[in-house]
């Protein structure tokens, strides 16, 4: 939904491109910078513009221009990722790259896109990278990584490495205000506590009131409900208490062993999340027989048809019956250790990370209770260790192996109140084991072409323990219908790949790999046959590219074609269920075709303007249907592939691309100025597997802006910055509420602020 002072496309680009003509200088003297990629293991390290995949990443500089605060501020950067919170719960992450995502809440359905934090794969991602404070780089893969990274990264990988400990005493601190009376200090201080010893601590603590007010706004037709509006407590959502703590150690054992120990104490306590009851009358969709899986029972239900509610106009208001909270708490524990041997470097990294998440939210966005999460209680934990070689010895031929495990165990106990009287709950307990064994290889065969291999072989086991919705008391204390199943898995994933460079500086790739997704149990089945598992997932993705800099490295260019093909694609739907409001159900859809293209491009046009932009499409398509009921008329048959390849996928935009121009200059005595404009665009999107227009995210853009003094020193910094400016309209996650209802989740308003940062 666009509000009436959106700013096209190409208004936004003249804007940051109008910045250049501040500029008398015609030749620049500043160069693109090459940065060091994070996820390739090899010992001697390889720039991203170097190497052969499509790959974006943004160092400590880049990250503060932006003002970026979290994971989503960061994927309005990078064309085709939609790194969006979830919706339905807050401060949990749902990420989507080149439309492989988990569009949904549900534990068990393990991510598409995973996230790697100091080296270390997150089962949970409850609070990762719940700020960007104090943190050395950030790097999102498109595409299946299986080969380095591991399990269950079929859409890509989004990875983050905290700052280091440096040599030197030093401290930074930064306070901020804002609209929403957001308040946020962060403060770091490290230095050397011995010859070979250094340690730092970073502590983060934000505060901000909730954008969305629950005012018991919206009316209620009493001549359909006598009684009127109900008066309920008000207040807003979600708001923000997020403290973090980040102590480090790094030890220099000699010099040629060094370790570093990280730890991460995270607490955010916030209201729950903000549904919208969506304002409709419900239409059935062309080509599906049954209403009742679109609409629920004929819709009789709905909040407009049983009390004539409805809801409020303003997009930031909202009226719940139930407040709610969100209560996280992780705590987490890293060691990375490198040891030099002369011919290869030993890397081991080994990780262990906790997380309790307790929350109670109105997930119909109604003053009535159509359906509520009622005091939900989660618990993870995790660990993992890798340890790998990569090889030093020769100009022509390098390769890393390693083996990896990970194991996590996590509960989830769920309680929903739906419609008025039915209170039903469900507790389940998973484990799940994963045991790697990796390698990559790349030789040079002349000095113009490079061959790489590598594969990983995976072993998976998983096992659920589960009480069925409704038989389990509210308390979780115990279950009636309890079931017990497990299953494993092994893979091979081999990847090849061909780079030829065209002098010193342009290169072409193309390569071809395959990834693995585990088969996935149903935490909230209604039913025994609902729990599982799913059969795995796999995928053949093939990519070319190009990457050249141009005009003597003032400037750099990105271009990159893939197509991958999807086999058992696991996906979920929430049909109608007379008892617990909606039945969650897990299968493999069938095959699907995804193709598109991406480019980046960095130039600095001048001495003093920089142009970044990012552009990507996204075509994705079903080209057969196995288990999929797509019109609902009780058989799987050929009119549902025909039906199915005619929707879009969900939360993928065939469009999406970001432009920031950015304008330096100096003042006198030596201090400077920073001005930076930002623009990222998103096409119309479906939030929902059966195409519901009304469940549809309309195209929309963001408009950024900042503008930062620097002191000659170049220790005090001052900004004045504003995000969404326009005050564009638009939501995170969108869905039907137990089948009977739509609600829609999310989506930040305008907000400003002025940050101060002084740095020794």
């Known amino acids: 939904m666009k509000s009436p002072s959106s700013i096209n496309p190409l208004q936004a680009f003249l804007l940051s491109a109008s910045l250049a003509a501040l500029s008398t200088q015609v030749a620049a003297q500043r160069l693109i910078e090459e940065v060091?990629?994070?996820?390739?293991?090899?010992?001697?390290?390889?720039?991203?513009?170097?190497?052969?995949?499509?790959?974006?990443?943004?160092?400590?500089?880049?990250?503060?221009?932006?003002?970026?605060?979290?994971?989503?501020?960061?994927?309005?950067?990078?064309?085709?990722?939609?790194?969006?919170?979830?919706?339905?719960y807050a401060s949990y992450p749902n990420f989507f790259i080149r439309g492989m995502g988990v569009n949904g809440s549900t534990r068990t359905n393990d991510p598409k896109v995973g996230v790697f934090m100091d080296g270390i794969y997150l089962g949970y991602n409850a609070g990762a990278l719940a700020s960007t404070f104090d943190v050395e780089a950030v790097e999102v893969l498109r595409g299946p990584q299986g080969t380095l990274l591991g399990?269950?990264?079929?859409?890509?990988?989004?990875?983050?490495?905290?700052?280091?400990?440096?040599?030197?005493?030093?401290?930074?601190?930064?306070?901020?205000?804002?609209?929403?009376?957001?308040?946020?200090?962060?403060?770091?201080?490290?230095?050397?506590?011995?010859?070979?010893?250094f340690g730092k601590v970073a502590v983060i603590k934000m505060d901000r009131d909730g954008y969305f007010e629950d005012n018991n706004g919206g009316t209620v037709d009493t001549s359909i409900y006598p009684a009127g509006m109900p008066d309920t407590d008000t207040g807003d959502k979600v708001g923000m208490d997020l403290t973090i703590i980040r102590p480090m150690v790094r030890f220099e054992l000699s010099d040629n062993f060094e370790a570093t120990l990280i730890a991460e104490f995270l607490e955010n306590n916030t209201g729950s999340a903000n549904s919208q009851n969506v304002a409709h009358n419900c239409r059935p969709i062309p080509g599906v027989d049954n209403r009742d899986i679109v609409c629920g029972q004929g819709s009789q239900f709905l909040a407009q048809t049983t009390w004539g509610y409805t809801p409020p106009d303003d997009k930031y208001e909202i009226n719940h019956d139930l407040i709610g909270y969100t209560d996280l708490e992780t705590s987490s524990f890293v060691l990375d250790a490198t040891w030099d041997l002369g011919h290869g470097i030993v890397t081991t990294i080994a990780g262990y990370r906790e997380v309790e998440y307790n929350s109670s939210t109105d997930f119909d966005g109604t003053p009535f209770t159509i359906f509520h999460f009622n005091d939900n209680k989660e618990e993870q934990e995790q660990t993992s260790i890798e340890v790998r070689y990569s090889s030093t010895f020769s100009d022509r031929f390098n390769f890393v192996v390693g083996v990896n495990s990970f194991d996590q165990d996590y509960s989830i106990g769920e309680r929903r109140n739906f419609f008025i009287a039915l209170n039903s709950a469900t507790y389940s307990e998973t484990e799940h084991e994963t045991f790697g064994i990796f390698g990559e290889a790349n030789i040079s065969l002349t000095d113009a072409l490079d061959i790489t291999v590598g594969g990983r072989w995976t072993k998976e086991e998983k096992s659920i323990d589960i009480g069925i919705l409704g038989s389990c008391e509210l308390d979780f204390s115990s279950c009636t219908n309890n079931t017990s199943n497990d299953k494993d898995w092994s893979d091979f994933?081999?990847?090849?790949?061909?780079?030829?460079?065209?002098?010193?500086?342009?290169?072409?790739?193309?390569?071809?790999?395959?990834?693995?997704?585990?088969?996935?149990?149903?935490?909230?089945?209604?039913?025994?046959?609902?729990?599982?598992?799913?059969?795995?997932?796999?995928?053949?993705?093939?990519?070319?590219?190009?990457?050249?800099?141009?005009?003597?490295?003032r400037g750099f260019l990105s271009l990159a074609y893939f197509m991958a093909d999807y086999e058992d694609l696991i996906m979920f739907v929430n049909n109608p269920c007379d008892d617990c409001g909606a039945s969650l159900i897990n299968f493999n859809a069938g095959e699907?075709?995804?193709?598109?293209?991406?480019?980046?491009?960095?130039?600095?046009?001048?001495?003093?303007?920089?142009?970044?932009?990012?552009?990507?499409?996204?075509?994705?398509?079903?080209?057969?249907?196995?288990?999929?009921?797509?019109?609902?008329?009780?058989?799987?048959?050929?009119?549902?592939?025909?039906?199915?390849?005619t929707w879009d996928f969900q939360k993928v935009a065939e469009l999406s691309y970001s432009v920031a121009g950015m304008y330096d200059f100096e003042l006198a005595g030596g201090a400077s100025m920073l001005a930076r404009v930002a623009y990222s665009w998103r096409d119309d999107y479906m939030t929902d597997l059966y195409n519901k227009p009304w469940l549809q995210q309309e195209s929309f853009g963001l408009l950024d802006a900042s503008l930062t003094y620097t002191s000659p020193s170049e220790k005090v910094r001052v900004s004045v910055y504003g995000k969404n400016l326009s005050d564009e309209e638009y939501f995170d996650y969108a869905a039907d509420v137990g089948a009977l209802d739509s609600a829609r989740w999310g989506g930040a308003p305008r907000t400003y602020g002025v940050r101060v940062s002084y740095q020794y």
């Open 151 to 197: 399990r269950n990264v079929t859409g890509g990988a989004v990875l983050v490495k905290s700052k280091r400990p440096g040599d030197e005493f030093g401290f930074r601190i930064e306070a901020d205000v804002g609209n929403y009376s957001a308040t946020e200090v962060n403060a770091s201080i490290e230095g050397p506590l011995s010859d070979r010893i």
């Open 592 to 645: 699907a075709e995804i193709s598109g293209f991406e480019a980046e491009v960095q130039f600095q046009a001048t001495d003093n303007f920089r142009l970044d932009a990012s552009i990507g499409t996204v075509d994705p398509e079903f080209t057969s249907i196995k288990y999929f009921d797509a019109n609902a008329d009780g058989v799987v048959d050929d009119k549902d592939n025909q039906l199915a390849r």
């Open 493 to 553: 994933s081999p990847k090849v790949a061909a780079t030829y460079r065209f002098g010193d500086d342009a290169m072409a790739y193309a390569s071809w790999t395959r990834g693995f997704a585990s088969g996935v149990f149903n935490a909230r089945a209604a039913t025994l046959d609902a729990v599982g598992p799913t059969d795995p997932e796999s995928v053949d993705s093939f990519e070319l590219g190009i990457k050249t800099s141009f005009l003597d490295g």
């Open 36 to 88: 060091i990629v994070i996820s390739n293991k090899q010992a001697d390290g390889i720039s991203t513009q170097d190497l052969p995949a499509s790959v974006v990443t943004f160092n400590e500089a880049a990250l503060k221009q932006a003002f970026t605060v979290d994971l989503v501020d960061i994927g309005k950067m990078v064309s085709n990722a939609e790194l969006n919170n979830v919706g339905t």
